[in-house]
């Protein structure tokens, strides 16, 4: 693990590794990677070069919890009993996660990674019942060690076990179900949403952040056609409105402002609001509930229904779900509200549980339930380019080409792959020996940007990490198309080129390590470039 210059070592350390054991990238049959919680950056940059690793090698890509890695390291030593793991989350936070170890192995007594204080934490396990038990780890014990000892926690682990290990992540990988390997569904785990979007939800008094009056931003992008934005307090009184006339005359009690206003100032909820031309025309939130986020409410105005409004609100809100760790989305409707069942059914919701008459007599409630992230072709939502999770069949395997095919790639000459990143916008695109331009392919996150008067970093760096690999294959399946073929793969090219500055270094890490990984699989030379200021 390289705590300081990941980008830097985690590449050639995993080739030098792989020497030393007498293997190759050739040998792998699986690529894993630890997806957090840690450093935001360091995480980031892991889970890029995996991906790159993946897509270059056509293996599938594995994700783990580095605190289900700390937890099988510690088994692997021999420790057994409650094993309570503190990381280090900064800002005076820590990530706390409770396991029982026995002989079978390590067991999660918690259901997702969460977020709290150090003292929090602190206060919390001295209250259990069996706090004399815990035994402790986690490099969150560097800070906080002392407060943790203070309150009477003395069973600690050596240092040397606080950390997770490759091998601690290969356990815990063996000890769960395997996925689908698909690369672009790997993020990284993630147990709060970006400081801009935290403060947007804290934001009172302000319909508009002043910012917007001295942008320039383009009207698509400053929020004023058919946009959709965190609800703020200024939005309840349309809100309360907007819900009294979409539920006039049901058996569905309608919210009210009061009703609106609590649940803002919860925690672990996630409330949007879908407006045209600054006039509240739906809505739509939910909370988290363990590993599970329940959508509470979804309201769509009248004159505004069947055009895909509520499916883009529902999407949004699943996709703060996933970034807040849920692993299934949950709701409930009316069985004989068909518009609204084929909404849901579009977006990947299936039938879990029903309640007879929850409704009135012969409305029975549907439960329905979704992994996340959708499975569902939430592309089809709308005309923007947003990056999203791949929901195509991996692995792709390239079919067999022509003669006719063959020949244009010869006449092509060498092929480089270009990635570019520095900003917020995911761009992938596939030139010739004579600078034709094969393919270009461009993912932008600038929805999720405009609210906020400019580019926000984090944003930027998270929507790199979702956005990558489909923006890859992506670019590979267009040049196909170019020579003739279904797709390239990485064999056909002849290098790889990465923007490497100037620009957001959160943004500009994620393109270097995916364009690292993919080369070090390969054998294919990198060549960095810098843009031209």
């Known amino acids: 693990m390289c705590r300081r210059q990941a980008n830097v070592e985690l590449v050639t350390t995993a ?26 950056t360091g995480v980031r940059i892991g ?57 079978n192995g390590a067991h999660r007594t918690f259901a997702t990674e969460t977020v709290c204080k150090a003292d929090e934490c602190v206060a919390a396990w001295s209250a259990r019942e069996d706090a004399s038990r815990l ?43 395997l996925d689908s390997g698909d690369p672009a569904l790997v993020l990284p785990i993630y147990t709060r949403l970006s400081d801009a979007e935290e403060n947007e939800r804290k934001r009172l008094g302000l319909k508009a952040p002043a910012s917007v009056k001295v942008t320039g931003v383009d009207d698509a992008l400053a929020d004023r056609h058919l946009q959709l934005r965190p609800m703020s307090v ?41 407006h045209d031309l600054g006039r509240i025309i739906g809505f ?14 979804v309201a769509v105005e009248e004159g505004h229904r069947r055009q895909g409004v509520a499916s883009r609100l529902v999407a949004r809100l699943c996709y703060d779900a996933h970034v807040l760790n849920a692993k299934t989305a ?45 499975a569902g072709d939430v592309e089809a939502l709308g005309k923007r380019p947003e990056p999203h999770a ?59 940007h405009a609210r906020f008067g400019g580019v926000v970093p984090e944003i930027a760096s998270r929507k790199h990490v979702e956005a990558i690999v489909g923006v890859y294959e992506e670019a590979m399946a267009q040049a ?17 080129g990465v923007t490497a500055g100037p620009g957001l270094v959160g943004a500009l890490v994620v393109g270097v390590a995916f364009a690292k990984g993919l080369c070090a699989s390969t054998g294919l030379p990198l060549i960095a470039v810098r843009l031209r200021t």
């Open 284 to 297: 739509a939130g939910g909370m988290m509930a363990g590993d599970d986020f329940e959508v509470c409410d």
């Open 480 to 496: 196909g198309a170019h020579f003739g073929c279904d797709t390239l793969t990485a064999a056909d090219l002849s290098a790889v």
């Open 390 to 448: 791949s929901i195509r069949p991996w692995p792709i395997l390239a079919g067999p080409r022509d003669a006719a095919c063959k020949e244009a790639l010869a006449a092509a000459g060498d092929l480089v792959l270009s990635i570019e990143s520095s900003c917020d916008e995911t761009a992938v695109a596939v030139v010739d020996s004579h600078g034709a331009v094969c393919a270009s392919v461009v993912a932008t996150s600038i929805d999720f």
């Open 47 to 103: 889970i890029a070069t995996a991906k790159g690793l993946s897509c270059g090698l056509s293996k599938p890509l594995h994700g783990v919890s580095v605190l289900d890695a700390t937890a099988w390291g510690a088994w692997k030593a021999g420790v057994r009993g409650l094993l309570a793991v503190a990381d280090d989350a900064m800002r005076g936070e820590v990530y706390p996660g409770i396991y029982l170890l026995d002989d």
């Open 135 to 177: 035994v402790l780890t986690g490099n969150g014990l560097k800070k906080y060690r002392a407060r943790f000892e203070a309150a009477g926690f003395t069973n600690i682990l050596d240092e040397a076990l606080w950390y997770p290990t490759g091998e601690g992540l290969a356990l815990a990988a063996a000890a769960q179900p």
């Open 15 to 40: 080739l030098a590794t792989l020497e030393d054991c007498g293997h190759t990238m050739a040998d792998l049959d699986r690529v894993l990677v630890g997806r957090g919680p840690g450093s935001f």
């Open 234 to 274: 200024n939005d309840l009184p349309a809100v309360a409105a907007l819900e009294a006339a979409a539920f006039s005359g049901s058996s569905h009690t309608p919210w009210t402002e009061k009703l609106f206003y609590e649940e803002l100032s919860q925690p672990g909820r996630s409330w949007w609001v879908a």
């Open 330 to 374: 949950s709701l409930e409707v009316d069985e004989k509200n068909e518009p609204a069942r084929a909404t849901y059914d579009h977006l990947g919701f299936a039938e879990v549980g029903r309640r007879p008459g929850y409704y009135a007599p012969g409305h029975d409630a549907l439960i329905l339930r979704a992994e996340l992230p959708l």
